[in-house]
Each structure stands twice: as structure tokens, then as C-alpha cells.
């Protein structure tokens, strides 16, 4: 009787051992991979990718902008341009026109943003 | 009594415990029982990666190698506005190509640059002598290149590059003239005079 139970603890304890072993294969593969992931993730250049976003920003700032007050302003982008970044900064060349009761008006727009969030709008009506 | 209820309580969280171990575990072994997978998505990633990079880096070089050109142009306009005082310009049209018209637009930029120093200078001198003239458009010169700002903007769609002289007149208004660089190139210039307009 001791025997078998002997015999089973000390298959319980090889079970654990060995339930360990695996255990900690498995989740030591899994943090292994999810590193190697995020580690590509970070190897990849960004540059476009934050230009992209900050675009995006740029254009839904300039519609809500060019726009405020008046519920009838259609405001279309023509051409959007950036500077390289500097000091953090980069600024954003927006030429965009608005239509406002069949009244359309050419502008430009310098915005500038920074870890993107925009700091800065100045807005030029093209007079030609 | 509260001997039984403590216990009964660790062993529900025990069984909490280990089940969310358990659904860890479960999420771990997924990953562990298809390595192979996995690796063809890294080696797919690390194919993606560098092969983007690579794209960003040519779109960024063009950009910059646009950019040398550009400023060599702008350090032409600047030596034209210290330089010279002798503007008026004629252009055969009918036998203009593309090149041509560039450069006459180069030409139209730094005359109009010119004939600003001069009219500026006639303006507030009228009665001048020659020599306080000369200094005095010296002067001007001076703080008009000090003074014009000179930016470039990136059109990464198409590796681009536009170069853009502002430079505000005395009315408030400014001029922009912009130049748009492709291969090192000069493709397309423009002129426009904008007003400062919040709305």
C-alpha cells in the first residue's frame, strides 16, 4: 500500500515537474514572439506613417476651421505639402477653397503641429 | 464557521485564478502549437519592413537631392537682387519651350524683385542724392533678402519638392513665388499675392 502511494507522489511530482517545464515553455515562446513583434514594429520606419496621420489631422482641423459658424461652407483641399521636421515641429501647406452661396474663395493655410497636436493656424486669401 | 467561509473563499479565488491562468495559457499555446506559422509571419514582416524603409528612405533622398538643387537657385536669386540693378526682360513667345518659360519665370521673380527695390527707394527718396540713393537701396536690398523667407515643402506622394519665396510688401500683402522640383529639376514655378485673413 505505501508502495502505490509512493509510487503515485512521485508521479505527481514528475507530472508537476514536468507540467511545469512545459508551462514555462510555452508562456517563454509567446513573450519571445509578442518581443520579436514589437521589436519589427518599432524597426519600422515611421516617417510616412506620422505624416499620414498628422495629414489627416491637418485636413480635419481645416474643414472644422474654415467652416466654423457657417453650416453652408463646403471647404475642399487642393494641395497639402509638408515641411521636413524640425525641432520637433512641422509645418503643414495647406491650399484649400471654400463655397459658400455659390461664393468660392482660394486660401492658404500654414498649420503647424507638433507630437501631433496642432499649435499653430495662419490662414492667407489668395487675392489673384 | 468563519473558518469555512475564509476557506471556501480562497479556494473560489483559486478557481478564478486558474481560470484566467488557464485562458493565458490556453491564448500561449495557440502561439506555441503553430511556430511554424508564426515564423513565416515574422520573416513576412522583416520582408515588409525592409522593403518599406527602403521606400521611405528613396522618397526622403529625392526630396533632399531636390532640395540642393533648389538652393542652388536661391543663392541666385540672392546674389541677382545684391548684384544687379539692370531689369527688363523680352521673350519671344511663339518659339518658347518649357525650359525656357522656367527661366523667364526665374527672371520675371528676380525683376519684380528689382523693380521693387527701385520703386520702393523712388518712393520714399524722391529728392535723393545719387549716392544716398545707392545706399539707401543697398540698405533695402539687405533687409529684403534678410527679410524674404525661404521654406520647402515635401510632396511625398509624388518625391517632390516645392521651394517658396515669400517676401511681405510694404502694403502688408505677401508675395509667394514657388518653385516645384521633380529629379533635381525644376518642373513648375508660380506666383501668387495672398493677404493675411483669419475667418
Not at chain 1, 21 to 26: G, K, P
Not at chain 1, 60 to 66: C, G, I, S
Not at chain 1, 90 to 97: A, D, E, I, S, T
Not at chain 2, 46 to 56: L, Q, T
Request: glycine share 2%; aromatic share 10%.
Amino acid at each position: 500500500m505505501k508502495k502505490i502511494i509512493f509510487l503515485i507522489i512521485t508521479i505527481s511530482v514528475l507530472a508537476a515537474i514536468g507540467a511545469a517545464i512545459f508551462y514555462n515553455e510555452v508562456t517563454s515562446y509567446a513573450m519571445n514572439y509578442n518581443l520579436r513583434l514589437s521589436e519589427i514594429q518599432n524597426e519600422y520606419d515611421t516617417r510616412l506613417i506620422d505624416f499620414e496621420k498628422d495629414k489627416s489631422q491637418v485636413i480635419n482641423h481645416l474643414q472644422e476651421y474654415a467652416a466654423k459658424g457657417k453650416a453652408s461652407v463646403k471647404c475642399s483641399i487642393n494641395d497639402i505639402k509638408v515641411t521636413a521636421k524640425e525641432d520637433e515641429l512641422q509645418l503643414f501647406k495647406v491650399h484649400y477653397r471654400t463655397i459658400d452661396n455659390y461664393i468660392i474663395n482660394k486660401y492658404i493655410a500654414f498649420i503647424t503641429i507638433k507630437d501631433g497636436e496642432i499649435t499653430k493656424t495662419e490662414n492667407f486669401k489668395d487675392l489673384q | 464557521m468563519r473558518k469555512r467561509t475564509i476557506l471556501i473563499m480562497l479556494i473560489i479565488s483559486l478557481v478564478i485564478l486558474s481560470g484566467c491562468e488557464i485562458k493565458n495559457f490556453r491564448e500561449n499555446y495557440a502561439l506555441y502549437k503553430n511556430q511554424e506559422e508564426n515564423e513565416r509571419v515574422i520573416a513576412e514582416l522583416e520582408k515588409d519592413m525592409e522593403r518599406s524603409n527602403n521606400e521611405v528612405k528613396i522618397v526622403f533622398d529625392a526630396c533632399e537631392k531636390n532640395k540642393n538643387s533648389a538652393e542652388e537657385i536661391e543663392a541666385e536669386i540672392i546674389e541677382y537682387i545684391n548684384n544687379n540693378q539692370v531689369h527688363g526682360y523680352d521673350i519671344n513667345n511663339s518659339s518658347i519651350n518649357d525650359e525656357a518659360f522656367l527661366e523667364y519665370n526665374l527672371i520675371v521673380l528676380k525683376t519684380h524683385l528689382m523693380s521693387y527695390v527701385e520703386d520702393h527707394i523712388n518712393d520714399a527718396l524722391p529728392e535723393a542724392t545719387v549716392s544716398d540713393r545707392q545706399q539707401a537701396m543697398e540698405k533695402f536690398k539687405d533687409e529684403l533678402t534678410e527679410k524674404a523667407e525661404i521654406m520647402y515643402f515635401y510632396d511625398l506622394d509624388n518625391s517632390r519638392l516645392e521651394q517658396v519665396i515669400f517676401y511681405e510688401l510694404d502694403n502688408g500683402l505677401i508675395n509667394m513665388f514657388s518653385m516645384l522640383w521633380e529629379h533635381e529639376h525644376l518642373i513648375d514655378t508660380d506666383f501668387m499675392a495672398v493677404q493675411e485673413f483669419g475667418l
